[in-house]
């Protein structure tokens, strides 16, 4: 079996050399697959200046991929920090002008505490399989007048929590803990994380909220 980073790796080399970077999630053992493009990590998608502008202080992205939030706060004169697993990641949001440090989130990270904004966007709130684990984390993180901004599955759309795996051509990666949310299951996982719901909104057929500490 492949390494997922390695997996994710290729697809964010080939998505930065202009060629399409599509690759599945598959959750084991019922193989329903999700298509996924790297590409699509790569620049501002409808629906990401919302969030961005939501963004009022210091933010941390994080699992910031590519970089492209990261990057355009920097643009705009923020104060912004990725975070990601992936050297690749951190080596190509650093080339798009972004502060960005490889490490996970479930350990040691610059300023805890002090950040007026976490993001987990394009599906991050599956890091480590546990959605509440994963809250608490950011509730950890985040100034307790700060937000943390999540995108999440639309209403109706199942909440899992599973083994996947990552496919990309003929490369089948080993197997790694992953979840989703869909949108009605918030409230109840904010309320089990230390948080509440500010808000929930839609843009893009795309969902979010906005979470903040109690």
Same mark, same amino acid.
């Given at each position: ?32 697959? /999700? ?11 409808? &629906? ?14 994080? *699992?910031? &991929? ?8 920097? /643009? ?37 505490? &002090? ?30 007048? *700060? ?19 990552? /496919? ?47």
């Amino acid at each position: 079996m492949t390494a997922p980073l390695l997996v994710y790796g290729a697809a964010l080399r080939a998505a930065a050399a202009g060629s399409p970077a599509p690759f599945d999630l598959v959750p084991v053992p019922t193989g329903h697959v /999700r298509s996924l493009d790297a590409t699509a990590w790569s620049v501002l998608r409808p &629906g990401d200046r919302e969030l961005l502008d939501r963004c009022r202080g210091a933010t941390l992205d994080v *699992g910031c &991929g590519p970089g492209r939030f990261a990057a355009e706060l920097a /643009r705009r004169g923020k104060d912004a920090l990725g975070v990601d697993i992936s050297p690749e990641a951190v080596r190509q949001a650093r080339r798009r002008g972004a502060a960005a440090v490889r490490g996970c989130v479930f350990g040691p990270l610059p300023r805890e505490g &002090g950040w007026r904004a976490v993001l987990l966007a394009d599906g991050n709130i599956g890091i480590g399989g546990d959605p509440v684990r994963l809250l608490r984390r950011c509730a950890d993180l985040v100034h307790r007048r *700060g937000v943390v901004l999540v995108e999440v599955e639309p209403p109706g759309a199942r909440s899992w929590q599973a083994e996947v795996v990552l /496919r990309q051509g003929g490369r089948t990666s080993a197997a790694f803990p992953w979840a989703a949310v869909g949108a009605h299951d918030v409230a109840d996982l904010a309320r089990r994380s230390a948080l509440r719901v500010r808000r929930l909104w839609t843009e893009a057929d795309r969902w979010f909220a906005d979470l903040s500490p109690h």
